[in-house]
C-alpha cells in the first residue's frame, strides 16, 4: 500500500496498535511518529499523536510522553480553533456564493486549488461534470480538498440540495430580470394606447397574444404539475409505463383481495406479496423520481425560454405594424403577469433562504462533530499532562 493515500492512515495506525497490542513499544512509535506529521483533519493522524506519547510512557520515558502530550495538545488547540474558523467563515452568503459560481470542467477545478492550496478556506466548487449527476453516479455536483467536509459533501441528499439551491438562484436571477421588463412593456403599452392614431391589424397581434397565453397555459400548468408531485411526493406520476401498468395490476389485485377477505376468504400470503410487490414498486419509481424531475423542469425552463421569446415578437409586432384592438386587456395581462412574477419571486426567495439555511446547518453540524472529537482528544492530552506533572512531583516529594 502506498503511504501517500487515504487507506494508509488507517494501515499505520492499525499496524501501530498491532505492535502496542504484543508489546513492541519501539516498533509502536514509528508508524505512530509518520503519521502524527500529517493533517489533523484525518481522524487517524489525531487518534496516532495521542496515542504515541501513550507508547513512550510504555517504555517508561516519561519526559519523551509529557513532551508529545505538550505537542498534541497544542497542535489539538490550533486544529479546533481552524475548525471554528471555517464555521464563522462559511456563512449562508458564502455557500450561495460557492453554489451560485460557474461550474468548473476537471481541468479548471485542479487549476483553481493549486492557485488556492495556501489559502484559508473549504477549497470546495462546482464541478461541471457533475451538472448531471444523477445519471452519471461516479461525478458530483461539488467537492471539497476539506476532510472535514468530503463526507458531506459526497452525500446524496447533500449533492441534491445543491442542485436544488442552484435551480432556485437561476429562477430568482430570471425572475429579477423580468421586473425591470415588465414595468417597461407597461411603458410602451400605455404610451402606444396614447399615442395610437389609427386602425392597427388585430389578426397579427391576436395570432401572437394567443400564442403567449399558451405558452403562459403551458407553464402554469407544467409548475403545478411540478409542485403537485413534489408536494405528494408522488413517485409514480413519473415512473416508466411498465411501471405504472404493473402497479395498476396490483392494485386491481389487491382490491379483488379485499372483496374476498369480506365475504370471508381470507388469503394473507397472498396479500402480503401484494404489500411487497407494490413496495417494489414504489421503490422502483422512486429510483427515476429525479431524473424524471429533472426532465420535467428542463420542460418548464424550456417553455419559459419559448415565452420570452414570443413576447419579444410581440413587442417587435407593435413597433413594425399598428392594431386596432384594445391595448387595455393586455395590460391586464401584464398585471397579473407582474403579480404572478412578484409572488414567485418572493416564493423563490423564501425556499432560497430555507434550502440555504438546511446546507449552512448541514455544514455546521458535521464541522461541530468533528470539533467536539478534537475537543474530546485535547482534554485527555490535558489530563495526561496533569497525570505527568502530578506523578514528577509526587517523586520529588519522596
Known amino acids: 500500500m502506498r503511504l501517500n493515500t487515504y487507506q494508509s ?5 492499525g499496524l501501530g496498535w498491532a505492535y502496542l497490542s504484543q508489546q513492541q513499544y519501539e516498533e509502536a512509535l514509528r508508524p505512530w511518529q509518520l503519521l502524527s506529521q500529517r493533517s489533523l483533519s484525518f481522524p487517524a493522524a ?4 495521542l496515542a504515541l506519547p501513550f507508547a513512550y510512557e510504555k517504555l517508561q ?4 510522553a509529557l513532551a508529545a502530550y505538550q505537542e498534541a495538545e497544542s497542535r489539538f488547540i490550533k486544529e479546533i480553533q481552524f475548525i471554528r474558523d471555517m464555521r464563522e467563515t462559511l456563512t449562508e452568503g458564502e455557500l450561495l ?11 479548471e477545478l485542479k487549476e483553481a486549488w493549486e492557485s488556492s492550496k495556501d489559502q484559508p478556506g473549504i477549497s470546495a466548487a462546482i464541478a461541471a461534470e457533475g451538472e448531471h449527476w444523477l445519471k452519471l453516479e461516479s461525478n458530483s455536483i461539488i467537492k471539497t480538498r476539506s476532510v472535514y467536509l468530503s463526507e458531506l459533501f459526497s452525500q446524496s441528499r447533500f449533492q441534491t440540495r445543491v442542485l436544488d439551491i442552484r435551480d432556485l438562484l437561476s429562477l430568482q436571477k430570471v425572475l429579477s430580470n423580468w421586473e425591470p421588463k415588465l414595468a417597461i412593456y407597461k411603458e410602451l403599452l400605455l404610451e402606444k394606447q396614447t399615442n395610437r392614431t389609427q386602425e392597427k391589424q388585430q389578426a397579427i397581434q391576436q395570432k401572437v397574444d394567443q400564442q403567449v397565453s399558451h405558452l403562459i397555459s403551458k407553464r402554469d400548468a407544467l409548475t403545478a404539475r411540478i409542485n403537485q408531485i413534489q408536494t405528494e411526493q408522488d413517485y409514480l406520476a413519473l415512473a416508466d409505463a411498465d411501471t405504472k401498468q404493473l402497479y395498476t395490476i396490483v392494485e386491481r389485485a389487491e382490491k379483488a383481495l379485499k372483496n374476498l377477505q369480506a365475504a370471508g376468504k381470507e388469503n394473507a400470503d397472498a396479500m402480503e406479496r401484494l404489500r411487497m410487490y407494490k413496495g417494489i414498486l414504489v421503490w422502483r419509481a422512486a429510483q427515476t423520481y429525479s431524473g424524471g424531475m429533472a426532465e420535467l423542469q428542463g420542460n418548464l425552463k424550456t417553455i419559459v425560454s419559448t415565452l420570452d421569446n414570443t413576447l419579444a415578437t410581440q413587442n417587435r409586432i407593435r413597433e413594425i405594424t399598428t392594431t386596432s384592438f384594445d391595448i387595455q386587456p393586455m395590460l391586464v395581462k401584464l398585471e397579473k403577469l407582474t403579480q404572478e412574477n412578484t409572488h414567485q419571486l418572493a416564493v423563490t426567495d423564501q425556499l432560497l433562504n430555507e434550502q440555504t ?3 449552512r446547518r448541514d455544514v455546521d453540524s458535521q464541522l461541530d462533530a468533528h470539533e467536539k472529537r478534537l475537543t474530546h482528544y485535547l482534554a485527555q492530552a490535558q489530563l495526561a499532562i496533569a497525570r505527568l506533572y502530578d506523578t514528577a512531583l509526587r517523586k520529588q516529594a519522596q
Open 9 to 13: 492512515h488507517h494501515a499505520l495506525l
Open 46 to 49: 489525531q487518534e496516532s499523536i
Open 61 to 64: 520515558a516519561p519526559g519523551d
Open 97 to 107: 456564493t460557492l453554489i451560485g459560481g460557474p461550474a468548473l470542467t476537471a481541468k
Open 357 to 359: 439555511g438546511y446546507l
